[in-house]
Nanobody, 116 residues
Framework: EGQLVESGGGLVQPGGSLRLSCAAS????????MTWARQAPGKGPEWVAT???????SYVDSVKGRFTISRDDATNAIYLQMDNLKPEDSAVYYC??????????YGQGTQVTVSS
């Protein structure tokens, strides 16, 4: 059974940086596209970025040029480098993948708060 564990969230001032990590286990990590999504209080979930199994990346427009998604297939991990953070980036951030039988699976999330 696949497991995803996010870490690296916290409180940061506007303009600051954070690096989120997601440790994956229990599935063949290297063949899956991996995604970061977020959900702010009172709002629906929002796709943030995806990295395919071959390393192709895509981003929601609001984070382009500020966030970078990456993966390390040797350690079964993905990362989200977040620079020039804005208050509107505050949310719980989740990593996920699409299991062929079980649908989209998420970790427990990590809280990011951008505030002065």
């Amino acid at each position: 059974e696949g497991q995803l564990v996010e870490s690296g969230g916290g409180l940061v001032q506007p303009g600051g940086s954070l690096r989120l990590s997601c440790a994956a286990s229990g599935f063949n990590f290297g063949i899956y596209d991996m995604t970061w999504a977020r959900q702010a209080p009172g709002k629906g979930p929002e796709w943030v970025a995806t990295i395919t199994s071959i390393g192709t990346t895509s981003y929601v427009d609001s984070v382009k040029g500020r966030f970078t998604i990456s993966r390390d297939d040797a350690t079964n991990a993905i990362y989200l480098q977040m620079d020039n953070l804005k208050p509107e980036d505050s949310a719980v951030y989740y990593c996920s993948y699409v299991h062929p039988a079980r649908g989209t699976l998420y970790g427990q999330g990590t809280q990011v708060t951008v505030s002065s």
